[in-house]
């Protein structure tokens, strides 16, 4: 995307290869765009508001489509999350993700809680070679994301990751101790070679359920089809309310990597780059969502962010 060679030009092609089943690769059907905010401004929906509008000027300013029309009037969304995880974080050491959400609506949880497991790395061949399908005989969707963050220690660049993950209803699982390392290397085959002991379990990562209050502030259009949907989000503490970390994010989807045409692709980049610089004093460099709930304690995991 970018011009300069600290970072890469293009999201690489993938070798061709199957899963264990002859199943073909996974192949990039997402790209996401994110910048990882400082909280402590997210203190009202106007605030989230109030950065719609640096969102918008710098669209504007490089002509660059953004309509918040289809939004307009929206609450903000709140959800609880957890992440799981052993006490020696094997997982988030070896580049997995376990959480769960759950979304509320005037106070209620609305639907079933959803699991996501998702494998998170640098390299696409091997985010690609992790088979991420769960052994469930129910219903699941898979995503997999190529997802650019401003660099670890400078504005106005980008580094590149890539997610691939899974994501089901609680429902869909019908194991009994659904917390057991033996069961989840069970319905996550991956995981098999993690588990040390038959007893051994995950548990709540830092102690801490997350409240997400998340909000969508609008559409970018970046021409030749390609559209991105955005939003702002701010987690905290439940019940203490103790801000954590803010991200403003958009997302566009698509089915074949020929649909993000290159001019789309270089409108995006200067719009992500553009930003950072329009909001510098608000950015939080070097870290995850993720990564901010596992070092709540002062722990230092190895992850792959």
Not at 162 to 179: A, I
Request: proline fraction near 5%.
């Amino acid at each position: 995307m970018a011009k300069t060679n600290s970072q890469p030009r293009r999201v690489p092609e993938l070798q061709q290869g199957t899963y264990s089943d002859g199943h073909p690769l996974d192949d990039i059907q997402y790209l996401q765009c994110k910048i990882i905010l400082k909280p402590d401004r997210f203190t009202s929906v106007a605030s989230f508001h109030e950065f719609g509008t640096f969102v918008r000027r710098t669209a504007d300013d490089l002509g660059i489509g953004f309509s918040s029309n289809a939004v307009a009037g929206q609450r903000p969304q709140i959800r609880e999350i957890i992440f799981l995880d052993t006490r020696d974080y094997s997982l988030y050491n070896n580049a997995f993700i376990l959480r769960r959400r759950i979304a509320y609506e005037d106070g209620f949880p609305v639907n079933e809680p959803e699991i996501v497991f998702k494998f998170r790395h640098p390299d696409i061949q091997k985010a690609a070679e992790l088979d991420v399908r769960p052994n469930i005989a129910g219903k699941y969707q898979l995503k997999f994301k190529v997802e650019a963050l401003p660099l670890r220690d400078g504005i106005g660049g980008f580094r590149l990751l890539y997610s691939h993950n899974v994501q089901f209803g609680l429902s869909q699982v019908h194991e009994g101790d659904r917390l057991s390392m033996a069961t989840l290397a069970r319905v996550f085959p991956p995981l098999a070679v993690l588990k040390k002991f038959d007893a051994e379990k995950v548990e709540l990562v830092s102690q801490q359920f997350v409240e997400e209050v998340l909000l969508d502030i609008g559409v970018l259009d970046f021409g030749k089809g390609v559209t991105a949907k955005a939003n702002v989000a701010m987690w905290r503490t439940r019940g203490e309310h103790m801000p954590l970390i803010g991200e403003f994010s958009f997302q566009s989807k698509f089915k074949r990597r020929d649909e993000l045409h290159d001019k789309a692709k270089n409108r995006c980049e200067q719009f992500f780059v553009s930003l950072q610089h329009n909001v510098r004093d608000r950015i939080s460099l070097g870290t995850t969502k993720t990564g901010v709930v596992y070092r709540l304690q002062g722990n230092q995991p190895q992850g792959h962010e």
